[in-house]
């Protein structure tokens, strides 16, 4: 009897552990880790580049943790919306809530509480200019482009792209407390570079979003419009790339890195509008994240060079 109580209770716990487990993976699902992970990546970029010298650690562990905690916040309310979009996109239908494995009450709270604990953490040891940046960034993704841009028009993702285009902004305020011309170059880039990263993707989902009702710019203008915008704003992403160094914000390494990144992406570009493929069209999507990691990377180590 004490034998099988025992083992009663090993196997409650292990099946608690178990749930536990499932329900903190399905926790951080909501959050969007691998979206997350590049805004917060850009974020540090933007703060390493606003000083010539070494951001404080507090500020750069604090920033950093209230941004992400932010997005995430964001990334979940976006989750909650969308569910029912979620459940009928077979891209999206593992998420927690079209799998039933998180409740709509449960995503509220969670999102309320590492977004309300974000902006503590920036307005406490950060500065205010981050946080009400990082508030009007959490409000144009979660609200402005999620609940009213992306079911109404087909180009959600050019305005929209505004609050995607702001974790370098964000960045630098944090180190500086003020957005100059440089942050803003940053921002153009990644406002510049959203279009062509997203209808890529676009392209070779469109039969997901016409089923999920979603006005895509493929499903609305077709895929021929689509492809020649996919090219028109990679060139337009091309001549932004090079601004950092027009304005003697990089050097020479930079505008190199930028050079051979835009024109591997141009690339791509033509090859969609010309002979295009679902094939094509999602390797291109992939070396969008390469390139703007890339492109990020490339002027941190031509700031460090420099000095």
Not at 90 to 95: D, I, K, N
Not at 115 to 125: Q, R
Not at 280 to 302: K, Q
Request: charge should be positive; charged fraction near 10%; aromatic fraction near 12%.
């Amino acid at each position: 009897m004490i034998k099988f109580s025992a083992l009663s209770a090993e196997l409650i716990s292990e099946s608690s552990t178990k749930t536990l487990g499932s329900r903190a993976r399905a926790f951080l699902a909501l959050t969007k880790p691998r979206v997350v992970s590049l805004i917060v990546f850009t974020a540090v970029i933007g703060m390493l580049l606003a000083t010539p010298g070494m951001v404080p650690l507090r500020i750069l562990f604090a920033a950093t943790l209230g941004i992400a905690l932010v997005a995430g916040a964001a990334a979940a309310v976006n989750c909650l919306v969308e569910q029912k979009i979620d459940a009928r996109m077979r891209r999206t239908s593992w998420r927690p809530l079209p799998r039933g494995e998180l409740t709509p009450m449960q995503t509220v709270v969670f999102a309320g509480a590492i977004g309300g604990f974000g902006l503590w953490v920036l307005t406490h040891y950060v500065n205010a200019l981050t946080m009400w940046l990082t508030l009007a960034t959490f409000v144009g993704y979660a609200i402005v482009y999620t609940l009213i841009l992306k079911p109404l028009t087909p180009q959600n993702i050019v305005i929209g792209g505004a609050s995607g285009a702001m974790p370098p902004v964000l960045g630098w305020a944090a180190v500086t407390g003020e957005v100059t011309t440089e942050a803003l170059l940053l921002f153009l880039i990644i406002f510049a570079w959203t279009p062509p990263h997203f209808w890529s993707l676009a392209l070779y989902r469109t039969e997901d979003y016409a089923k999920a009702g979603v006005p895509m710019l493929p499903v609305t203008h077709g895929q021929g419009y689509t492809r020649l915008q996919v090219l028109l704003y990679t060139l337009i992403l091309f001549g932004v790339s090079l601004l950092p160094y027009a304005v003697r914000m990089s050097g020479w390494p930079y505008l190199a890195a930028a050079v051979v990144l835009g024109l591997v992406y141009i690339g791509y570009a033509v090859r969609i509008y010309a002979v295009y493929s679902d094939r094509l069209a999602r390797s291109c999507f992939r070396y969008s994240i390469v390139y703007l990691a890339a492109l990020f990377a490339a002027l941190l180590v031509d700031h460090y060079l420099a000095f």
